[in-house]
């Protein structure tokens, strides 16, 4: 059964902003990666790989929730990926207020079954999630 992707251009709009603030940020390139890597983009400074990251655009601000939600297969992924090469994971989320960031390769995040429960769009918005302590998240421009 083929399944509905619900990324929007807009959403794919916002992601790119971020990845533009982090190259600034960070002194990197972000390469944009193909779905079958799972995180969205591999970070690079004069050719050399840095660091993996997922991009999450929030349309509330950091302090409404005290955790970020992330899918335990994305979390795994992550790990993976990390393990694999080396080389750091982190989240990045933009917020209303702030853009924060955590290294995935933690392994003390709380787990629950979560994800999209208020307005579930199909059976998949229900599934095994980790619990990132927005406090435990950096500031970017900190």
Same mark, same amino acid.
């Given at each position: 059964?083929?399944?509905?992707?619900?990324?929007?251009?807009?959403?794919?709009?916002?992601?790119?902003?971020?990845?533009?603030?982090?190259?600034?940020?960070?002194?990197?390139?972000?390469?944009k990666l193909p779905k079958q890597y799972r995180?969205?983009?591999?970070?690079?400074?004069?050719?050399?790989?840095?660091?993996?990251i997922e991009v999450k655009c929030r349309t509330? %601000?950091?302090?409404?929730?005290? !955790?970020?939600?992330? +899918? #335990?297969?994305?979390?795994?992924?992550?790990?993976? =990926? *990390?393990?694999?090469?080396?080389?750091?994971?982190?989240?990045? %989320?933009?917020?209303?207020?702030? !853009?924060?960031?955590? +290294? #995935?390769?933690?392994?003390?995040?709380?787990?629950? =079954? *979560?994800?999209?429960?208020?307005?579930?769009?199909?059976?998949?918005?229900?599934?095994?999630?980790?619990?990132?302590?927005?406090?435990?998240?950096?500031?970017?421009?900190?």
């Open positions: 059964m083929k399944y509905k992707q619900w990324e929007s251009s807009g959403d794919r709009r916002n992601e790119s902003d971020v990845a533009r603030a982090l190259e600034s940020r960070w002194d990197c390139r972000l390469h995180m969205d983009y591999f970070a690079t400074r004069g050719g050399v790989g840095l660091a993996f509330h %601000s950091s302090t409404r929730y005290k !955790t970020l939600m992330l +899918s #335990l297969a994305k979390y795994m992924a992550a790990k993976t =990926m *990390g393990q694999a090469t080396g080389l750091p994971v982190f989240l990045v %989320s933009r917020y209303t207020d702030a !853009t924060k960031f955590v +290294s #995935l390769m933690q392994d003390d995040f709380p787990m629950s =079954m *979560g994800g999209r429960t208020a307005t579930s769009r199909d059976e998949r918005d229900l599934e095994p999630i980790i619990q990132i302590p927005t406090e435990r998240m950096s500031d970017l421009y900190e």
